[in-house]
């Protein structure tokens, strides 16, 4: 079930299991207020915003990734990994990752994006592959 589907990665050593559900995109939208927004915090994506205010998110420019969100959404995806897989593993905090030296912002930020994105169009993927059945 969701055990075979974890990932890991390492920290000081320690192997950390992680995974994004929808217990964790719930904490993110709470944290943000809207999904695409936390999804373009995460990617250090600002999109072009049109002289009336609309934004169009085909164009933008690529800046830093947000630290506050991209340390935050491990957290949870790492407690979420934790309590899934019934590790003994104590669970990282915000500190831990932002005192850590072995990843950079954005080696942080694409483990954080690519499972969030595969928690959200991977489900769609899944409904239409069952969908053609």
Do not use: H
């Not at 929808?22 to 600002?46: C, N, S, W, Y």
């Amino acid at each position: 079930m969701l055990e075979d589907k974890i990932k890991e990665f390492e920290l000081d050593g320690k192997k950390y299991p992680y995974k994004c559900t929808m217990l964790v995109l719930e904490k993110i939208q709470d944290m943000v207020g809207d999904l695409v927004l936390a999804e373009d915090k995460l990617r250090g994506f600002v999109p072009r915003v049109d002289s009336d205010g609309v934004i169009d998110r085909t164009e933008g420019r690529f800046t830093l990734p947000d630290v506050r969100i991209v340390c935050q959404s491990l957290v949870w995806m790492v407690e979420e990994g934790i309590e899934i897989t019934e590790s003994e593993e104590k669970p990282l905090t915000d500190k831990d990752l932002k005192r850590q030296d072995e990843y950079t912002l954005n080696e942080l930020a694409l483990i954080a994006f690519r499972e969030f994105e595969e928690c959200v169009a991977g489900k769609k993927s899944k409904k239409k592959a069952q969908a053609k059945k």
